[in-house]
C-alpha cells in the first residue's frame, strides 16, 4: 500500500502546487460527474413514481389493445412501419365476449379525441374527451369529489353525463360550483356529474384539461379515430391474472379464426409490460446522460495529460535518482498512474457533491422526485477513476522510459 499512498500524496502536493492547472483538469471532471448524478437522480425518481403510480392503479388489471410495441416507435406511413395494420380493431361483440368469461370480474372500454367544449361565453379548443365505461374509476384510481362518476344505467342508456378533472373546471368555471351545470361537447350539450381527482403522482400537476362520458354517448356524438378502442380486463377474485389472460386470449383467437400456429392479431398487456416500455424510453434519456458527461470527462482527460506531461517534465531529475537507486519501470509507471486516477477522483468526488445537492434541491422545490441511486454514485467515482488511468497512461509510459543517465543529466 505504501507506493499507493505515495503516489496519493504527490498528487495531492501537486494540486497544491499548480492550482490553476488542477483546476482545469478537475473542473472538467467535476462537469461529467455532476451531469452523470442530475439526470440519473431525475430519471430514477421519475420511474420511481411511475412504478408507484402502476402500484396504486387496479394492480391485477390487464390491458387488451389492437396493437402494442414498447420503446419508441416511427412509422412513415408505411406497410412496413405501421405493423398494427395487420392487426383488426377491437370490436365491441370481442369485448361482450370477454365481459362473459367466468374468469373476467368486468371489462371497461375506452376510447379517446380531442373536442371543443364550450359553457356560456367560455369555450376550450382541443380537450381531451375520452369515452369510458362505469368501473373506469377502479381502472384509473383517484376520486370523483365534488359529484359523482356515471352509473352502469347511464353508461347503458348512452346518458349524456360528463365527469370532468379539475383542469377543466378551473378553467370553465372559474370558481363556480360545475354540478349539474351543463357545458357541450362537440356542439352536444351534457349535464357535469363530477369532478375527477386523478391519484396523485408526479404527472398529476401536467394532466390536461379532461371530460369523460359515457362509451356509448361518445361513439354517438363525438367525431374520433375509428379502430383503436382499449379494453382494461379484471380477472375474477378467485382467478390468477395469467389464466384469466390466457382465457381472454383463447376467446379472441377463437373468434377471430386464428389457427394454432398463427400469431395472436391483438395484444395483451400486464403493467409490468407497460413498465418496461417506459424504462425502454427513459433509456434513451441514460444514453443522452452518458453522451454529456463524456464530454466532460473528455475535457477533463486532456486536462490529466496536460497536466501530467508538465509534471513528468519537472521531475525528470527525480525520476534519475529514483531509477538510479533500483526503482524498476513499474515502480515509476505506478506512481504517475494514481497521482492521475487522485486528479480526476477528486474532481469526481466535487461533481459528486454538487450533483447530490442539485438533486437534493430539484426534490425540494419541483415536482420531480429526484434521489441519488447507489449506482449512479460507483459509476461516477469508477467513470472518474478509468479517465485519470486511462488518459494519464501515456505520461506515466514515458516517465516510465526515461533512461536514467539522461534524466540525471536533464537541466
Known sequence: MTPLFEGVGIALASLRASKGRAALTILGVAIGVM???IIASMISGINRSVSNLFEQIAPRTFLVWRFFQAGVTISDGSDETSPWRRNPPISEAEADRISALPSVRYVTRREESSARVDVAARALESVNVAGLSHQWIEVNGGDVYPGRSFTRMEDLA???????NKKLEAQLFQGRDPIGQTIKIAG???????????PPSLFSGATPPF????????VKYV???????????APATTVSQQQAMEEVSAALRSMRHLKPRQEN?????TQDKLLDSWNQVTGVFFLVMIALSSIG???????????????VTERTREIGVRKALGATKSAILWQFLVEAATLTLVGGAIGMLVGGAVAWLLSRVTPIPAYVPVWSVVVALAASALTGIGFGLYPANRAARLDPVEALRYE
Open 35 to 37: 451531469v452523470v448524478m
Open 297 to 311: 470527462l473528455m475535457v477533463g482527460g486532456v486536462g490529466v495529460v496536460a497536466i501530467m506531461m508538465i509534471s
Open 223 to 233: 367525431p374520433y379515430l375509428k379502430g383503436w378502442m382499449r379494453l382494461a380486463v
Open 188 to 198: 352536444v350539450p351534457f349535464e357535469v356529474i363530477g369532478v375527477y381527482t386523478p
Open 158 to 164: 348512452n346518458s349524456r353525463v360528463a365527469v370532468i
Open 211 to 218: 371530460a369523460g362520458i359515457p362509451h356509448g354517448a361518445f
Open 265 to 269: 392479431t391483438f395484444s395483451i398487456i
